[in-house]
């Protein structure tokens, strides 16, 4: 089987390139680099359609806010959020830092600025402020989102902020014995809270803030990396995370709601649940009342040891990949498929049931440091999958039909009546999307799956 190339090759960026992201439903790609420069990117041109420094230091994360709104997170300690229509576009320059000359360029218009810590290179983590909505898709300009930093002054908490509000609304204090915080995730699972946390000593955190509760408990823990957590991220519907780290593994965790979910056959009494998070027990009436009544055993229970094997601390699945250092893991919004983008320069396409390696993209000759997927709609029986190309299921010896992915060729909507213009931007915003951004400034775009 011949190799996969690239389907096109970005060039703009004079510096390596930290992080890429897919903008308003696939019509533009955002990229940000060590310079502080941010590139939107014409996907039906695959030419640079807006371009300006959003930071005077490296860009961190880059991440999309509706149809209206791009938020940039940077080394130079500030998270902002700018306002980009369509229309404001034409205000921008399209010259790339590889063409500019003279003056800086101009910059669209900057609607918050949040002072947050960037000390341990920790982007920020994002969710819509209310269950059962996407970040990605909102556009009511009003909706409001939280936003995941770590704390300004102790590098292993972490700072939950409301926008458009700036104020803080939660501080996540997981202990100094892990070490900064490396990388986050933030979502809602059951309209409760989540908070995912990978540190610098390899362990991997899950903290559950209660419908109308105000203490956050640690329903998962473990440490199955020997070296710092690099990146992870969440299943779009909150069953599991999956994290790589600067060792060679790729690991699959639980996202529990509570202790019951894991082991429901052991009855604990409050204080041993209590234990088993690290949770300190004030008395007996906190114990059994409020949250701490969910995990109180029912009248009359014997006191069971527990088990050997703590799945509150046991992983799902483990892959020793053999590639150390493969960072900017993200998860396809269909759930199927992963990607990773490796010091090595290889991109990597894994299974996320499997965690098998499915492919890898070549062309890079030095190390990928960021990469993404474009969106994949989804509908109520599962994901919409209107590309030019349609992901299907092969029989596979396993039983695994998510191993085994083949394409097969879909004509167009309405193709014959489309321009050439209509089609390049048909094809734009309905390709299954890879990009990965590396050291030489270079993006690559691969149509894969």
């Known amino acids: 089987m011949d190799e996969p190339t690239p389907v096109n090759i970005l060039r703009g960026h004079k510096s390596q390139i930290h992080a890429a992201a897919f ?13 502080g420069y941010v590139i939107l990117w014409d996907l039906a041109i695959m030419r640079p ?55 800086a360029p101009p910059r669209p218009w900057m609607l918050h600025v949040l002072d947050v ?79 995912v946390a990978g540190f610098e000593n390899g362990v991997c955190s899950v903290f559950v803030l209660y419908e109308n509760a105000d203490e956050w408990i640690t329903t998962y823990r473990g440490q199955p990396h020997s070296q710092p957590v690099l990146s992870l991220d969440a299943d779009p519907r909150g069953e599991y995370f999956i994290s790589s780290a600067a060792d060679s593994l ?21 204080q041993e649940a209590a234990a088993a998070r ?6 007996a009436k906190a114990a059994t009342t409020g949250i701490g009544a969910l995990f109180a055993s029912p009248p009359g229970a014997a006191q069971i040891s527990r088990p050997s ?44 049931k499997s965690l098998k390696e499915l492919a890898v993209l070549k062309w890079h000759q030095v190390g990928v440091y960021a990469a993404a997927f474009s969106l994949i709609e989804s509908d109520a ?7 030019s190309t349609e992901l299907q299921a092969a029989p596979s010896a396993q039983g695994d039909a998510s191993d085994a992915l083949i394409q097969t060729p879909r004509e167009p909507l309405q193709a014959r009546s489309m321009t050439v213009k209509d089609r390049r931007l048909h094809h734009a915003k309905n390709t299954h999307w890879v990009v990965a951004g590396a050291k030489d400034g270079k993006l690559s775009l691969w149509d894969i799956y």
Request: glycine share 6%; hydrophobic share 40%; net charge neutral.
């Open 117 to 195: 810590n960037t000390m341990n290179f920790c982007a920020f983590a994002g969710c819509p402020n209310a269950p059962g909505t996407s970040m990605t898709l909102a556009d009511d300009a009003s909706t409001s989102i939280l936003v995941a930093v770590p704390n300004t002054l102790l590098a292993e908490s972490i700072d939950i902020f409301e926008l458009p509000s700036q104020k803080r609304i939660h501080t996540v204090k997981p202990g100094a014995k892990h070490g900064m915080a490396m990388t986050l995730a933030i979502l809602f699972k059951e309209k409760h809270l989540i908070l």
């Open 49 to 103: 359609k807006a371009v300006w420094r959003a930071h005077d230091n490296a860009i961190l994360a880059i991440r999309g806010w509706g149809n209206d709104k791009i938020i940039t997170h940077g080394r130079d300690h500030r998270l902002v959020v700018w306002q980009l229509r369509s229309e404001d576009e034409q205000n921008l320059s399209s010259a790339s830092p590889l063409e500019h000359t003279g003056d």
């Open 309 to 352: 094997r703590k799945a509150w601390e046991d992983p799902i699945k483990m892959a020793n990949t053999k590639h150390s250092g493969q960072q900017s893991l993200t998860i396809r919004s269909d759930g199927r498929i992963l990607a990773t983008a490796g010091w090595d320069s290889r991109i990597r396409i894994y299974s996320t």
């Open 23 to 35: 903008v308003r439903r696939n019509d533009r790609l955002a990229t940000g680099d060590a310079d």
């Open 250 to 270: 790729l690991v699959k965790h639980p996202i529990p709601i509570s202790l019951q979910t894991l082991i429901p056959e052991v009855c604990e009494s409050a």
């Open 381 to 387: 029986d599962g994901p919409l999958l209107h590309n």
């Open 278 to 283: 690290d949770i300190p027990s004030t008395s």
